[in-house]
């Protein structure tokens, strides 16, 4: 017997249950489909945020307070508080880091905004006037605030898209006066929209970060410093100056026992797609148990098949088949169920995962890409393969092991 008439006679033998073969595959397809929406949302939400981060500018170097956590034995070494007025001015300093064009102290917190009677809770941010040029914040209306606002300590404030909507409508914002955290803020600008972004500047609040830190959050020290290489050729550099600076004030002598951190963007987009593909690959590992589970089922079905088939597969072995032609026209009809499983799995998982990126880009702000994983695609095809052969071995060698004169007896 041919290999081509093997292939016939298992397409035949698939095909006279057709109803029995459809019901076989349904854990195949799951666990296939579920592999496809995992890998092709999770590529869609690492290009997401990879995207988020480049918005930020290709130049920034990003500085935090307190040592940088490496894992959760690490969660009480972090002192927030370290980043101080000092530190902005050491760095501001053009000897200490020639390699820097901007620098720019962050605070930051949440809180409620309420104007007459409307209220919504947004993120506030308290910088300075150069926060405008690092983030590339067009202003709709109005203005930002200025470094006298600064030194002032004024009560001004830039709202975001968002917030200019929830609190005034259709209205003009600038001028008007909003309660956040018990003080009164003039409105002096609002945002262009900006949609998804790695901050989410349109349900923001912007304030002069001496505000921020008196009347609003009540601290002495910055939560981050933004800066700004004079180019990118210069970021590793810069960072490098911003260490040396930061050690210098704080007198340290082991970089180990730093009591800031440095990340650069590249760094940060490097981490981001770290964690983003390793919970990618933790959720398709997860979803791959119902292809197991789908195998098993193959398995049960197939050896019914073999129970039900015993006279015919007496009458083959009476005609001439061999050992070896028997277990392998079964192997292949278990093989072609898992095979055509997968096939349906990729298709339904490809279109599901089209739908649910179209409907997130139609229905919200975030501009959600549709990917189609390619190597969630082999991958699938691949295993339900492997599960066809492995799980369809058994109840083929059941059914070439079976004596021809027993199974022609069969009833």
Not at 76 to 96: T, V
Not at 168 to 192: C, E, P, S, T, W
Not at 198 to 213: K, V, W
Not at 395 to 410: D, H
Request: charged share 20%; hydrophobic share 45%.
């Amino acid at each position: 017997m041919t290999f081509k008439h093997s292939i016939n006679t298992a397409f035949r033998g698939l095909e006279a249950n057709r109803a029995r073969s459809l019901l076989t595959v349904l854990g195949i397809v799951i666990g296939v489909t579920a592999i496809m929406l995992v890998m092709s949302l999770g590529q869609g939400a690492q290009d997401l945020i990879l995207d988020q981060v480049k918005g930020m500018g290709t130049r920034t170097v990003i500085i935090g307070g307190g040592r940088e956590p490496t894992g959760p034995s690490d969660a009480g070494q972090i002192f927030n508080d370290s980043l101080k007025k000092r530190d902005l001015d050491l760095l501001e300093r053009r000897e200490n880091t020639p390699s820097l064009k901007y620098v720019m102290p962050l605070v930051f917190g949440a809180s409620g905004a309420s104007y007459q009677s409307d209220t919504f809770n947004l993120t506030i941010f308290g910088a300075s006037p150069l926060m405008e040029k690092i983030f590339d914040m067009p202003i709709k209306d109005g203005s930002f605030f200025t470094d006298e606002d600064i030194r002032a300590r004024a009560k001004h404030v830039v709202i975001g898209n968002k917030v200019k909507t929830e609190l005034f409508g259709a209205d003009d914002a600038v001028g008007k006066v909003i309660k956040m955290k018990g003080h009164n803020f003039r409105v002096i600008g609002v945002l262009a929209q900006r949609g998804q972004d790695f901050f989410n500047f349109d349900e923001a609040a912007i304030i002069p970060y001496t505000t921020a830190q008196e009347y609003v959050l009540g601290i002495k020290h910055f939560s981050r410093i933004i800066t700004e290489a004079q180019s990118e050729a210069l970021i590793n550099e810069a960072a490098e100056e911003i260490k040396l600076t930061l050690r210098e004030a704080h007198d340290i002598t082991d970089p180990d026992k730093d009591d800031f951190f440095v990340i650069t963007q590249v760094d940060l987009a490097g981490r981001l797609s770290e964690i983003t593909s390793v919970l990618t690959i933790f959720l398709a590992a997860v979803a791959a148990i119902s292809l197991i589970v789908g195998g098993i089922g193959i398995m049960n079905i197939m050896l019914v098949s073999v129970t039900e088939r015993t006279k015919e597969i007496g009458l083959r072995k009476a005609l001439g088949a061999t050992y070896r032609n028997i277990l392998t026209q079964f192997l292949l009809e278990a093989i072609m169920l898992t095979g055509m499983g997968g096939l349906f799995g990729i298709a339904m998982g490809t279109f599901l995962s089209w739908a649910i990126s179209t409907g997130i880009t139609r229905f919200t702000n975030i501009a959600w890409t549709f990917s189609f994983p390619i190597s969630a695609a082999l991958l699938g095809i691949g295993v339900s393969g492997a599960i066809g052969l492995i799980f369809g071995l058994y109840p083929a060698r059941k059914a070439a092991q079976k004596s021809p004169i027993e199974a022609l007896r069969y009833e």
